[in-house]
Every structure is written in structure tokens, then in C-alpha cells.
């Protein structure tokens, strides 16, 4: 499949969101310019390959049971259903970022229970925490990847397999006692949990929260990527606060402050923070880390 998107697509930082750590198992970039995801669709699991040629053509290839949803899927991925319009950059480092990026985009994966999977992981841990739990996971319980994948990628666990994990199972993949049952309510309901995806904004989000051990900042993670949605901030994230704080101010944030900055930009403040993001601005070196825990050894 070919498709020339009307708008300039930078295809490193819109998929980047969708990335769990370089050693993540449903995403690879490849030196010679090939994307491979996989994900589960209703027609079953599938893995999607997506370049980008100097024309701005993209070229998407899929394999699987849900190849075909994957491919009709692409132009959304790459941020078709976007809307900027009406965006105003209040502060000149987000200013400065939108002129550099014109190809960042908010794309949508449509796939609810495969980014929700990751994000509960990420609840209150460290990254590093969250992407060796993931890997495993994956590892354990997700399918090989279709077709002529990269070695080692998988697709993300169904609802039915997270639902199968034994607790000395959770219990070695490093996974405490409230995500993973957080992740075992949400597997119970995924069906109805897709539906978040075709609501959209608050409501969307507000289904989400719906399940036990999803809040704000799970909800935020997940609409993010799932919808591409512009104004849900990932409030309660240890990072954000103090990305933002520094590239506008020089100095941190916190929730109710970072709430504050971002007000003017309702009903697009993810899109500031996204700006911020992928200009790559970053919390200082200096500052404090959340502790790394190794709930394997608890």
C-alpha cells in the first residue's frame, strides 16, 4: 500500500510515543528507515512495517489476521484525524518548537488495550521498571510477530492472556499486586474499553477511569496514543511537571502549577506538552530520580 499524506508527516516523531524503550518487543526502528509495529485488531493479531521516502509517500505493508485493518488504519497512525487548527503558542519555547516540527502530528492507533497494557505498567515506577516488566510480558504471553518481522518482536498480550497470568508469573515479570490487578479488571471489560476510543476526549477518558486502578494520569496515557487526543495531560507524572517548568520558566512544576501554564491552551494542552517533548526539552540531569525497586526480590 502507498499513501501520500496531505500534510507533512515526520514519521519518527509522531510513532515515538508508541515506543516502550529500545528494547521494546512491539516496536523497532531500523537503521534502513523501516518502522515495524504490531497490534492486536478485531480481526486478530498483525504487524505492520511503514517507510517514508523523500516525497513524503509512505509505504505500508501488514501481515496477519489484522493486516488489513492495520493498513486501513494508517492514515490516522500518522495523524490524518489530527486537528491544529485554532492552536496558539502562548510561550515562545512552544512557538520555537511548532516551527521547528511542522511534521508532528497526534496520530491514533485505535487500539485501546494494547497501549493500556504498557501505561498501567508505568503507574508509579520507573521507566526502567516499567520497560523491563513490559519485555516480559510480551515475551511470555504475547504471540511472535507476523510475517517477516524483526527476531524476538511480539505482539502485545490479548485481554484473555493477561487474564491467564499466574501470580508467581506477575510476581517474576516484576509486577506489584495493585497494576496487576488493575490490568486483570481492565482485561475483563477490554471489549467494552475499546469503545473509549470511538467516544474520544472526556469521555473517553472518563470510561477508562471507570475500571479500578485506572486514574487521570492512565487515562491520559492511553488517549494519548489510542485517539491521539490534544488535551489530555498525563497529570501526576513524575517528568512533565518539570519538562515544563524548565523549557518555559527554568525552574519546576508542579501539578497545580503545570494546570495553571497550561489553561490558555484548553482544548489543546497535550499538544504544548507533545511540542515540548519531541523539541527535546528534559527535566535537568541534577535533579531527583524515583527510586528503581525490583519487586521481584519483594
Known amino acids: ?24 518487543p512491539c516496536f523497532r526502528a531500523e537503521a534502513s528507515g523501516v518502522t515495524w509495529l504490531t497490534g492486536n485488531t478485531a480481526d486478530g493479531p498483525g504487524t505492520l512495517a511503514l517507510r517514508r521516502f523523500a516525497d ?10 489484522g ?23 502562548h510561550h515562545q519555547p512552544v512557538a520555537d518548537a511548532r516551527k521547528r516540527l511542522p511534521g508532528l502530528r497526534l496520530g491514533s492507533t485505535g487500539r485501546v488495550f494494547d497501549v493500556l497494557i504498557p501505561a498501567v505498567l508505568e503507574q508509579k515506577v520507573t521507566g526502567h521498571e516499567a520497560r523491563r516488566s513490559w519485555r516480559e510480558l510480551c515475551r511470555w504471553y504475547g504471540e511472535p510477530a507476523p510475517g517477516p518481522a524483526p527476531e524476538r518482536m511480539r505482539v502485545p498480550p490479548t485481554p484473555r492472556a493477561i487474564m491467564s497470568i499466574v501470580d508467581w508469573k506477575w510476581h517474576r515479570a516484576g509486577v506489584d499486586l495493585t497494576r496487576r490487578r488493575a490490568l486483570i479488571f481492565a482485561a475483563q471489560v477490554a471489549h467494552r474499553l475499546e469503545g473509549a476510543a470511538e467516544l474520544r476526549g472526556e469521555e473517553g477518558r472518563a470510561l477508562l477511569r471507570k475500571v479500578p486502578g485506572i486514574g487521570v494520569w492512565t487515562a491520559a496515557e492511553v488517549a494519548q496514543r489510542a485517539w491521539g ?27 497545580e502549577g503545570l494546570a495553571e501554564v497550561l489553561a490558555p491552551y484548553a482544548p489543546q494542552r497535550q499538544r504544548a506538552v507533545r511540542y515540548l517533548e519531541a523539541a527535546g526539552h528534559t527535566r535537568p540531569r541534577f535533579g531527583p530520580r524515583m527510586a528503581v525497586r525490583d519487586y521481584r526480590a519483594m
Do not use: C, K, N
Not at 517528568?239 to 501539578?255: M, Q, R, S, T
Open 1 to 24: 500500500m502507498r499513501y501520500r499524506p496531505p500534510f507533512t508527516v515526520d514519521l519518527g516523531a509522531v510513532l515515538a510515543p508508541l515506543r516502550r524503550g529500545t528494547g521494546d
Open 56 to 65: 513524503g509517500e509512505i509505504e505500508a505493508q501488514a501481515w496477519g489476521a
Open 229 to 255: 487526543d490534544a488535551d489530555a495531560v498525563s497529570f501526576g507524572d513524575f517528568h512533565i511537571p518539570a519538562i515544563v517548568g524548565y523549557a518555559l520558566f527554568g525552574e519546576p512544576l508542579d501539578d
Open 67 to 89: 493486516a488489513d485493518r492495520l493498513l486501513d488504519g494508517v492514515p490516522a497512525l500518522l495523524g490524518a484525524d489530527d486537528d491544529d487548527s485554532g492552536f496558539v503558542a
